[in-house]
């Protein structure tokens, strides 16, 4: 019977080394399983805040900036009433204008890499149409454009932005 005893002993405690080990087995699952609860808990409570886009936001100019800060475009209203965006290269230049004067005439201006104007589109005040080519020393070079009332026009510059050609 000592035999049988010394191997129920044994038995006993390897069961009750494994009865300790699931003990602390099932406190950590217990500690995993309410961290996760609680992070669900934050998850569902964060995603029911509103990140809503408000409706409307209001300024007088609007300042557009690259990661390093850098101004590279604005839109705004000057204090004649005009409107304009303004859209400028990494170094800093003006590379595109668009604009609606006080009295409702839009105008489009591309600029060059030096910062000159090399083509420009506007309406007039009744409405009509212009289209201008610029060289690369500021001069006129081609323009087109639908007069109100009279004939429409295409003309051509020489460098130094005297007429070359026209029709009518």
Request: net charge neutral.
């Amino acid at each position: 019977m000592d035999e049988s005893t010394g191997e129920l002993i044994k038995r006993l405690s390897r069961l009750e080394l494994q009865q300790a080990k699931l003990q602390r087995s099932n406190k950590h699952l217990r500690m995993m399983t309410g961290a996760m609860m609680l992070l669900c808990g934050a998850l569902i409570t964060m995603a029911q805040t509103s990140s809503a886009v408000p409706d409307t936001l209001e300024a007088q100019q609007f300042l557009l900036r690259d990661r390093t800060g850098k101004l590279r475009g604005a839109i705004g209203v000057t204090s004649d009433g005009a409107v304009g965006l303004n859209l400028s290269d990494t170094s800093g230049r003006t590379r595109l204008t668009l604009d609606l004067a006080a009295n409702g005439t839009p105008g489009l201006d591309l600029y060059d890499q030096d910062g000159k104007v090399r083509a420009t589109m506007a309406l007039g005040d009744a409405g009509e149409p212009g289209f201008g080519l610029y060289g690369p020393n500021g001069h006129l070079r081609t323009s087109l454009d639908v007069p109100a009332a009279k004939t429409p026009g295409l003309a051509f510059y020489k460098d130094d932005g005297k007429p070359a050609w026209g029709v009518p």
